[in-house]
Nanobody
Framework: QVQLVESGGGSVQAGGSLRLSCTISGFTYRSVCMAWVRQAQGKEREAVAALDPSGGTGYVDSVKGRFTISKDNADNTLALQMNSLKPEDTAVYYC????????????????????WGQGTQVTVSS
């Protein structure tokens, strides 16, 4: 059974940092495209970062240089390090997974993944 469980959300002031984690079970991220997708209240969901099976990464322009997606081989965990947070980063953040082709083709940016975590709230105050 595939399960994605996020943790690490919270509230922080602008300019601060948070680290999100996603514990993965039921598959290994060595065979799938993994991503972090966020959805702010009243807005469409937005895929912000992706990690392909070989370790390559991709980011949406609004988070480049501030967010880093990574994996921990030892415990099958996906992470998102978020620095220099802005109020517009406020959203529910989801860990998501899909076929490896999504990373290779760039279609991860549409956020149409097959597996999702329950989400974790990130709130950035000005």
């Amino acid at each position: 059974q595939v399960q994605l469980v996020e943790s690490g959300g919270g509230s922080v002031q602008a300019g601060g940092s948070l680290r999100l984690s996603c514990t993965i079970s039921g598959f290994t991220y060595r065979s799938v495209c993994m991503a972090w997708v966020r959805q702010a209240q009243g807005k469409e969901r937005e895929a912000v970062a992706a990690l392909d099976p070989s370790g390559g990464t991709g980011y949406v322009d609004s988070v480049k240089g501030r967010f880093t997606i990574s994996k921990d081989n030892a415990d099958n965990t996906l992470a998102l390090q978020m620095n220099s947070l802005k109020p517009e980063d406020t959203a529910v953040y989801y860990c998501a997974a899909g076929g490896a082709y999504m990373c290779h083709s760039g279609s991860w940016r549409r956020g149409e993944f097959g597996y999702w975590g329950q989400g974790t709230q990130v709130t950035v105050s000005s």
